[in-house]
């Protein structure tokens, strides 16, 4: 006979096991490995450093892809317990395919994002579908097309109105192109019992809005939340109550920049973007390794990032551009640009392995900020599923909450 399942941790539980989790790990998540220049965890975890630069380039890449499968790190940090945390299912939906004439102005990517996001968009009898930020409302004209209705679509650049108005009609999409800024007082006249609100990838403070006019109107909505640093606020204030007695409770505080972790898994780029990328990561921490010696300061010094292909054709140029940021003054002649080069090298393959540590509370950041936002809609009397809607590898950003009032 086979044991019986566990059930599943509700979001309350899992919430709180992951304020813990987060809590306590706290002192090796949120060092920047590139702001130091040598462990960030000092000597109680020297055992850790070095298994972490020991491991070979293979080895590091596989792990920066999938942190969670067998993991040396194991030995130190929980990461079987992480791994289950942020184990949430697939949410079923809707399987009729859509016919792939929808996806005409729709950019590749985006359309199978609409195509995996669309069909766990489950309306009931009689609400009205609205479209929260919808850019030129591609997901609004697949919506309106395959339920046979009509959707308002709300969006604050006026031209993106204007291009999705005439993409609707020509497609003869009952779509209907609302100019509106979702921040402003007067956004929550779309909202009501009887919308349902569709945002895929909605930002921030613009997802947190919707969060709680639909609380207030008890709308319900399908979201695919983004971008959770892009706040007017400085310093995180959970939404839901059980977030903000936990977070106050265990000490978890979280400032803007560090919101950003939860986002920087990223699709894997093209080769060339990445060899790029490499360089200027090695170039940076060479420059930094510089302006320690010219100031005499050894601390670290931010230096502004650079639009991809801009960087300098050489680590000379490139310091010296970072240095004129900086309104340092590099000496002309004497400095040793091969071993300053070579040492940034050295130090980017250290940070990269730093970093994993990282890499293992990013999921689980990311995971506990959609269940503050679930708790959020609880607490107001929805009920609410989260789970996935797509690979991570069509996006990361692939988590999905579903809420209706009870
Ligand atoms: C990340 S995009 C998402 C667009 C679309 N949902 C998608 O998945 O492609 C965010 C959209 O929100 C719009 N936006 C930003 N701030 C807004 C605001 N305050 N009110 C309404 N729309 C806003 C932007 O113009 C942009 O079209």
């Known amino acids: 006979m086979s044991p019986p399942l566990s059930p599943s941790p509700s979001h309350s539980e ?3 096991r992951l304020t813990e989790l987060l809590a306590e790990w706290q002192h090796l998540w949120r060092p920047l490995p590139f702001q130091h220049w040598a462990s960030p965890w000092g000597e109680a975890y020297s055992a850790l450093e070095g298994a972490l630069l020991a491991l070979s380039d293979d080895e590091a890449a596989r792990l920066q892809d999938a942190p969670f499968t067998a993991s040396p790190l194991a030995e130190w940090l929980p990461v079987a317990e992480l791994s289950d945390q942020v184990d949430l299912p697939e949410l079923p939906g809707d399987a009729r395919e859509l016919p792939a004439a929808w996806a005409a102005h729709v950019g590749g990517r985006k359309w199978s994002q609409i195509e995996a996001f669309l069909p766990r968009v489950a309306a009931s009898p009689g609400e009205r579908l609205v479209e929260w930020c919808a850019g030129k409302g591609h997901l609004a004209r697949a919506l309106s097309r395959r339920d046979a209705t009509e959707v308002t679509a709300l969006e604050w650049q006026a031209a993106l109105c204007r291009d999705g ?32 609100v ?15 006019l639909a609380a207030a109107r008890g709308s319900a909505l399908t979201l695919a939340p983004c971008c959770y640093q892009r706040t007017a606020a400085a310093d995180y204030r959970p939404l839901s109550q059980q977030g903000q007695e936990r977070a106050a409770a265990l000490g978890l505080s979280l400032s803007r920049e560090e919101l950003a972790m939860a986002v920087q898994e990223t699709v894997t780029a093209p080769r060339h973007v990445r060899v790029r990328r490499e360089q200027a990561g090695a170039w940076r921490l060479g420059f930094d390794l510089l302006q320690r010696e010219v100031r005499g300061v050894d601390a670290y010094l931010p230096v502004p990032s650079l639009a991809y292909g801009r960087l300098p054709v050489s680590f000379e140029a490139f310091c010296r551009w970072a240095a004129e940021q900086k309104g340092l003054d590099l000496p002309a002649v004497g400095i040793d640009w091969a071993a300053f080069e070579a040492a940034g090298a050295r130090r980017r393959a250290a940070v990269t392995r730093r970093e994993l540590v990282r890499h293992l509370f990013r999921r689980p950041l990311e995971v506990w900020l959609v269940l503050d936002r679930a708790l959020r809609l609880e607490e107001a009397g929805f009920d609410v599923e989260l789970g996935t809607f797509c690979a991570r ?5 692939n988590l999905l909450l579903r809420a209706s009032r009870r």
Not at 393 to 397: A, F, I, N, Q, S
């Open 198 to 212: 569709a945002a895929l990838h909605a930002c921030g403070d613009l997802h947190g809005r919707l969060i709680e």
């Open 14 to 16: 899992r919430f709180a």
């Open 393 to 397: 590898e069509l996006t990361p950003r």
């Open 165 to 196: 108005q005439r993409l609707a009609d020509r497609q003869g999409a009952a779509v209907r192109m609302a100019e509106q800024d979702v921040l402003a007082p007067e956004a929550g006249r779309w909202l009501s019992p009887e919308t349902h």
